[in-house]
């Protein structure tokens, strides 16, 4: 993992559409974090060799977030939401998962993302974005306009258990002869898709998601399938602003389990990364711009945040 100046430049222009918050992650700064367990079906252990895909069972830690950066927004309001998986490997190594609850991403390369932040950023006199500056991006980006007309028409959750979140990025999956086929995740949740009405929207608690996790998970679990979408031909590989076709083959790798809130993690200094360049034996990354920035951002914020607790 190597920062650079674009590293820096990518935390910079979140923490100028969000502020900076002290202690908080640049984006997704709102969350909750769970224990899990995931249990891969038999079928997996032909799609890849990686060793969580070989094993009866694999703790996880699961971690439910806003797009945002703003740490104190409300939830209810129309904005991506995050799930993000941690598997802890039987050697004692970790493998993860990031997925978002749009079908796309904003941008191409970590320079588009760069100018779609810039654009989009709320102006100060209105703290609105300026329309005409986003209307300006999309005209010279339009393989961004299925992640913002999704962003902006994003239903209201009911809880975070009801969304589809959508691995954005492929990964090469390796099977035990070498085979390489590349596909995506998604996490699907098992109780069903849910979303909430206007007049339901309207009474929710600035908190609700957290406060209707907390319901559940003390009456039972929270379920996810988690399938990997194969390729076709002519699929796109290293763009995440480009959906595949709902028609390509889909593989059940198994099922997540998120079982209660986790207080283990995440305390003072202890930070928690969601890393899905982090991949064992068995998974292969790809040339996507966007996926081989994120560890260098990440170590950029992850640093400020334990800078920001020191002082």
């Given at each position: 993992?190597?920062?650079?100046?674009?590293?820096?430049?990518?935390?910079?222009?979140?923490?100028?559409?969000?502020?900076?918050?002290?202690?908080?992650?640049?984006?997704?700064?709102?969350?909750?974090?769970?224990?899990?367990?995931?249990?891969?079906?038999?079928?997996?252990?032909?799609?890849?060799?990686?060793?969580?895909?070989?094993?009866?069972?694999?703790?996880?830690?699961?971690?439910?977030?806003?797009?945002?950066?703003?740490?104190?927004?409300?939830?209810?309001?129309?904005?991506?939401?995050?799930?993000?998986?941690?598997?802890?490997?039987?050697?004692?190594?970790?493998?993860?998962?990031?997925?978002?609850?749009?079908p796309a991403f904003f941008a191409r390369?970590?320079?588009?993302?760069?100018?779609?932040?810039?654009?989009?950023?709320?102006?100060?006199?209105?703290?609105?974005?300026?329309?005409?500056?986003?209307?300006?991006?999309?005209?010279?980006?339009?393989?961004?306009?299925?992640?913002?007309?999704?962003?902006?028409?994003?239903?209201?959750?009911?809880?975070?258990?009801?969304?589809?979140?959508?691995?954005?990025?492929?990964?090469?999956?390796?099977?035990?002869?070498?085979?390489?086929?590349?596909?995506?995740?998604?996490?699907?949740?098992?109780?069903?898709?849910?979303?909430?009405?206007?007049?339901?929207?309207?009474?929710?608690?600035?908190?609700?998601?957290?406060?209707?996790?907390?319901?559940?998970?003390?009456?039972?679990?929270?379920?996810?399938?988690?399938?990997?979408?194969?390729?076709?031909?002519?699929?796109?590989?290293?763009?995440?602003?480009?959906?595949?076709a709902d028609d390509r083959e889909v593989?059940?790798?198994?099922?997540?389990?998120?079982?209660?809130?986790?207080?283990?993690?995440?305390?003072?200094?202890?930070?928690?990364?969601?890393?899905?360049?982090?991949?064992?034996?068995?998974?292969?990354?790809?040339?996507?711009?966007?996926?081989?920035?994120?560890?260098?951002?990440?170590?950029?914020?992850?640093?400020?945040?334990?800078?920001?607790?020191?002082?």
């Amino acid at each position: 993992m190597v920062v650079t100046a674009l590293s820096e430049r990518l935390v910079d222009g979140l923490n100028a559409t969000y502020g900076i918050h002290p202690g908080y992650r640049a984006a997704h700064a709102k969350g909750v974090l769970c224990s899990a367990m995931f249990t891969p079906r038999p079928e997996a252990a032909s799609l890849s060799r990686a060793p969580h895909l070989a094993v009866s069972g694999v703790r996880a830690h699961v971690r439910f977030s806003n797009g945002s950066g703003d740490p104190t927004a409300i939830d209810a309001v129309r904005d991506a939401r995050g799930m993000a998986v941690k598997l802890y490997l039987p050697d004692g190594t970790t493998t993860d998962i990031v997925a978002l609850s749009l079908p796309a991403f904003f941008a191409r390369t970590p320079e588009d993302l760069l100018a779609f932040n810039e654009a989009r950023r709320p102006d100060p006199a209105t703290g609105q974005p300026n329309v005409e500056k986003v209307g300006a991006y999309l005209a010279e980006h339009p393989e961004s306009v299925p992640a913002v007309t999704a962003a902006i028409s994003h239903a209201i959750p009911k809880s975070y258990s009801t969304l589809a979140y959508h691995g954005l990025h492929a990964f090469g999956f390796v099977a035990a002869d070498g085979r390489v086929r590349y596909g995506r995740y998604h996490l699907v949740p098992g109780a069903g898709e849910a979303s909430l009405t206007e007049e339901e929207t309207a009474v929710q608690s600035p908190d609700y998601l957290r406060d209707e996790l907390v319901d559940r998970l003390a009456h039972g679990s929270a379920g996810f399938d988690v399938q990997v979408q194969l390729a076709g031909e002519g699929d796109p590989l290293h763009d995440p602003t480009a959906p595949w076709a709902d028609d390509r083959e889909v593989v059940l790798l198994g099922e997540l389990e998120v079982t209660a809130l986790a207080y283990d993690r995440e305390h003072n200094d202890d930070v928690l990364v969601f890393d899905p360049t982090r991949v064992p034996d068995g998974i292969r990354l790809t040339d996507d711009p966007i996926l081989l920035a994120r560890p260098g951002a990440y170590s950029v914020s992850v640093a400020r945040r334990i800078a920001s607790l020191s002082t």
